[in-house]
C-alpha cells in the first residue's frame, strides 16, 4: 500500500481569447498509508480534476505528485497501481460480469488460475458470486456498482480512486453502498481517495475529508473537528443539514462581557464571557454563526447560564418524528432551530422563548469570511 502526496498542483485549462481557468489552484494533500480520505465540495470546484490528475487522466500543469516515495507525474496511468472506480460503472455491456472483472487481469496478462482465484474472492467480498456469468444489462443499479467495485479490488492495486460511485443509486442503495464501502476499506487495508459532493457520505466514510471550493482546499480534518471547528464561512455552511444559521449584527463591550447584538432589531443578543480575539471587532460587522441543535426552546435548554435566551416567532413547523426543525422569525433573520421535542404544525404562529448554547456559538469576520478563535 502507499501513501498519496499532492504537492502545490494546479490544473489550467486555456479558454477563450487567450484567458484561462484554473479548476485546481494550489493544492496540497497529505494522504496517508490506509487513509480513507473524502474530497467534498460543490460541484465544479475541482474534485474530479484533482483525482484525475492523481489517476493520470489528466495532464498536470504545475506541481508535483507521488504516490508513495515515486513522482508519478510522468508515469502513464496503467503504470501507477492505482484503480477508479466512476459514477457511471463504465461496465462492457457484451461482456459478462466475470469478463469485466478479469479484463484488467488478462490485459497485464495474469495466468488463467490466477484471475480465477483474484475474480472469485472479489466476487465473495462483494457478495456477487451469483452473477458471475450475467451480462451488466440484467443487474440493478446496485449490482452494477458493486462489479464496477470488484474490478478495482481484483487489481490489488496500492490506492483506491473513487469519483462519486454512488451518485447513480437511489437513496436507498447509497447508504447500503456506502457502509459497504466502509467496510472494504477495513477490510482491504488500502489508501482510499473518494470523490462526493455529498455531504453525510463525506462525514460519515471519510478519516479526514478535504472540502474544496472554487479548485482550493478550504479546510482539511476529520469529520467533527470541521463540523466543530471549521475554519471559515464556506465550510461552516457546507457541513450540516439543516445549515448553520448565519446572523448579522455587531459586537459590543459591555462592562465585562462580550455582546453580539443582532442587526435591525433583532431578538437575538449573546454574552461572551471569554473570547480572546473578539475585543478587536468591537463596533464592526459581525456574523454569528450558529447550528440548529444549538438552539433549543428554553425550557428544554440544559446549558443552564451558559445560554443566550431570545423570543422568535414560529414561522414553519417541520415534524421529523423525534426531532422537530423550527423556522424561527427574530425580526431580522429566519433561523433554524432543531428541537428535540416532538412538535406538530399546531405551533406555528406562536411567540415562544428560544436559549442558544454560547459555548457552540462562532463568530465570524464577514470581511475575511475567517472565523475569529
Ligand atoms: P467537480 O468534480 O468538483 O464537479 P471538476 O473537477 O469536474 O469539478 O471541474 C472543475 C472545473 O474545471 C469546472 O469549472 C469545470 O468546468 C472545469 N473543467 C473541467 N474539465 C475541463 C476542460 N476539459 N476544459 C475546460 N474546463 C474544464
Ligand atoms: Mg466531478
Not at 32 to 50: H, I, N, Q, W, Y
Not at 59 to 81: F, L
Not at 227 to 255: C, T
Not at 266 to 279: C, K, L, M, N, Q
Amino acid at each position: 500500500m502507499a501513501k498519496v502526496t499532492v504537492n502545490h498542483v494546479y490544473k489550467i485549462y486555456p479558454a477563450e481569447k487567450g484567458s484561462s481557468v484554473t479548476a485546481v489552484d494550489d493544492v496540497n494533500l497529505e494522504i496517508a498509508d490506509r487513509e480513507f480520505v473524502v474530497l467534498v465540495g460543490p460541484s465544479g470546484c475541482g474534485k474530479s480534476t484533482t483525482l484525475r490528475m492523481i489517476a493520470g487522466l489528466e495532464e498536470i500543469s504545475r506541481g508535483d505528485i507521488y504516490i508513495g516515495e515515486r513522482r508519478v507525474n510522468d508515469v502513464a496511468p496503467k503504470d501507477r497501481d492505482i484503480a477508479m472506480v466512476f459514477q457511471n460503472y463504465a461496465l462492457y455491456p457484451h461482456m459478462s460480469v466475470f469478463d469485466n472483472m478479469a479484463f484488467g487481469l488478462k490485459l497485464r496478462k495474469y495466468g488463467k488460475a490466477e484471475i480465477k482465484k483474484r475474480v472469485s474472492d472479489a466476487a465473495s467480498i462483494l457478495g456477487i458470486e451469483e452473477l458471475l456469468n450475467r451480462k451488466p444489462k440484467a443487474l440493478s443499479g446496485g449490482q452494477r456498482q458493486r462489479v464496477a467495485v470488484g474490478r478495482a479490488i481484483v487489481r490489488q492495486p496500492k490506492v483506491f480512486l473513487f469519483d462519486e460511485p454512488l451518485s447513480n443509486l437511489d437513496a436507498k442503495m447509497r447508504v447500503q453502498m456506502r457502509t459497504e464501502i466502509t467496510k472494504l476499506h477495513q477490510r482491504l487495508q488500502a489508501t482510499m481517495v473518494y470523490v462526493t459532493h455529498d455531504q453525510i457520505e463525506a462525514m460519515t466514510m471519510g478519516d479526514r475529508i478535504v472540502v474544496m471550493n472554487n479548485g482550493k482546499v478550504q479546510q482539511i480534518d476529520t469529520p467533527l473537528k470541521l463540523y466543530n471547528e471549521p475554519d471559515n464561512l464556506f465550510v461552516a455552511g457546507f457541513l450540516g443539514s439543516p445549515p448553520m444559521n448565519f446572523i448579522n449584527g455587531e459586537l459590543k463591550q459591555e462592562r465585562d462581557a462580550i455582546v453580539f447584538k443582532e442587526t435591525k432589531g433583532g431578538t437575538i443578543e449573546v454574552r461572551f464571557a471569554d473570547r480572546p480575539r473578539a475585543r478587536e471587532f468591537f463596533g464592526k460587522a459581525m456574523l454569528l454563526g450558529i447550528r440548529p441543535e444549538d438552539i433549543e426552546l428554553a425550557e428544554l435548554s440544559k446549558t443552564g447560564n451558559a445560554a443566550a435566551s431570545f423570543p422568535a416567532i414560529v414561522d414553519i413547523v417541520e415534524p421529523m418524528g423525534a426531532e422537530t426543525n423550527l423556522y424561527l422569525q427574530t425580526g431580522a433573520h429566519t433561523v433554524v432551530c432543531r428541537s428535540q421535542r416532538a412538535l406538530d404544525h399546531r405551533e406555528t404562529g406562536h411567540r415562544l422563548q428560544f436559549a442558544l448554547n454560547v459555548s457552540k456559538a462562532h463568530l465570524f469576520d464577514p470581511s475575511t469570511t475567517s472565523r475569529i478563535v
